[in-house]
Nanobody, 125 residues
């Protein structure tokens, strides 16, 4: 089993920055891919950014390219999401997720088995 705990959310004005952190524990050697997802009220959960575990290859949603950066510290089993130039439309609950099955690291939540509890990000206009 893998446990994930997010932190770092909050309320910021438009144009501001936040850094989300996800601490992974448990059977972390089984993780093949990690990602950040978000869900706004009344909307489906969407993939924001994913990264091959330990490999550094990343993929981003078009809406966040150039503004968000996903990274990890494998020694600390920690995943990060640096969010700059935040917009009101970035307001959502942000979730960290881990995939333990093999295969491509894609931004589709159905492929991720383990989820954190989420951290709220609110961006005011």
């Amino acid at each position: 089993q893998v446990q994930l705990v997010e932190s770092g959310g909050g309320s910021v004005p438009g144009g501001g920055s936040l850094r989300l952190t996800c601490a992974a524990s448990g059977y972390t050697v089984s993780i093949s891919c990690m990602g950040w997802f978000r869900q706004a009220p009344g909307k489906e959960r969407e993939g924001v950014a994913v990264i091959y575990n330990g490999g550094g290859v990343t993929y981003y949603a078009d809406s966040v390219k150039g503004r968000f950066t996903i990274s990890q510290d494998t020694a600390k089993n920690t995943l990060y999401l640096q969010m700059n130039s935040l917009k009101p439309e970035d307001t959502a609950m942000y979730y960290c997720a881990a995939r333990v099955r093999g295969g491509y690291c894609v931004k589709d939540p159905i492929y991720f088995e383990h989820w954190g509890q989420g951290t709220q990000v609110t961006v005011s206009s």
